[in-house]
């Protein structure tokens, strides 16, 4: 069976003899290349390679966060392939062992004879390393909430659990038909101590929860709420995910609840790729497993959850 490699180098060239290399030694499959970090860690999350050649000098995300990121969303074992040339090089290159890399290999500056006789044989042997999930704490700064069909129901057990000052602002995008979000509003103010409010145009990002409103995109912008004009009729939960993902980075949560379709899907997995949590609901508990079956697919999530794991999460936040 063919060891499944995922090459990520921002040089097309290295990429080309690496997979010339590993063609001639057999025993290999390339299942994706990547040119930046960021493009790396999505694909290791899609393709769950067996193995992967890290570059360490790349545009958008450097190695070293990739290697970081993969570690904790999807342990697999690395090889970081550089060109080390000076003392910060050779530090840089441990410090990706630190991070969860197994080895370094040095790329050559002439000839790669010499690497294509070792770079097969090492990675036989890394492919077989068995590495674990690095766990780095990461303070959540917002909890982002999509759910559609069938979601009001599970907002409100969500929401009612919090207490009040529970200290992480909640912003949740519930497609709704227009006319019914004051009543929402009201509704989930019944049964919950933490203050619960419509969104509305500039209103800054704090405590509480805060509800979309039907009709308008809702994004973070500067740490405050901005209400584009949506596309379509309801609130968009991609363009809202992905906006926590650029605002807050790692800092941001998000979970998908239940509802048909894909939307949120690709945000949420732009959370995961930036750093941030992310949640998506199991099937025995959706309405309508669609969005959260949507991003499980993705790769947006390891696994889905159970609504009293999301609830236990959250609270753990505050």
């Known amino acids: 069976m063919s060891i499944r490699v995922l090459i990520v180098d921002d040089s097309k060239v290295v990429r080309e003899i690496v997979k010339r290399i590993l063609h001639d030694a057999g025993g290999f499959e390339v299942v994706g290349e990547a040119e930046n970090g960021l493009d790396g860690v999505r694909l290791c999350l899609e393709k769950k390679p067996d193995v992967v050649i890290m570059d360490l000098r790349m545009p958008v995300m450097d190695g070293l966060e990739a290697i970081k990121r993969i570690m904790?969303?999807?342990?697999t074992p690395i090889l970081v392939l550089t060109v080390a040339v000076d003392e910060d090089e050779y530090y840089t290159s441990f410090e990706a062992l630190s991070?969860?890399?197994v080895d370094i290999v040095k790329?050559?500056?002439g000839s790669w004879?010499?690497?294509?006789?070792?770079?097969?044989?090492?990675?036989?042997?890394?492919?077989?390393?068995e590495v674990k999930r690095r766990k780095n704490k990461k303070v959540v700064k917002v909890i982002g909430i999509g759910s559609s069909t069938g979601g009001p129901v599970l907002v409100r057990k969500i929401i009612e659990t919090?207490?009040?000052d529970y200290p992480v602002p909640v912003l949740v995008v519930q497609h709704l038909s227009e006319g019914f979000e004051e009543g929402f509003v009201t509704w989930l103010r019944s049964s919950s101590s933490i203050p619960v409010r419509l969104a509305s145009e500039g209103m800054e990002v704090e405590k509480g929860v805060t509800i979309a409103v039907p009709g308008r995109d809702m994004v973070v912008e500067g740490r405050k709420i901005r209400l584009p004009p949506g596309v379509e009729g309801a609130p968009s939960i991609d363009r809202f995910f992905s906006s926590l993902a650029e605002e807050y980075g790692e800092g941001a949560c998000g979970i998908l609840l239940s509802g048909?379709?894909?939307?949120?899907?690709?945000?949420?997995l732009k959370i995961r790729l930036s750093g941030g949590r992310t949640y998506a609901l199991r099937e025995e508990e959706c309405a309508v497993y669609g969005i959260s079956r949507a991003a499980l697919e993705k790769g947006a999530v390891n696994r889905t959850s159970s609504l009293f794991?999301?609830?236990?999460?959250?609270?753990e936040f505050g």
């Open 260 to 268: 048909m379709g894909e939307d949120g899907a690709e945000g949420l």
């Open 113 to 129: 004879d010499k690497l294509a006789k070792e770079l097969p044989l090492k990675l036989r042997i890394i492919s077989k390393v």
């Open 162 to 164: 919090l207490p009040s």
């Open 99 to 101: 991070r969860g890399a």
């Open 72 to 75: 904790e969303e999807s342990p």
């Open 309 to 315: 794991e999301i609830v236990e999460a959250i609270n």
């Open 107 to 109: 790329k050559p500056r």
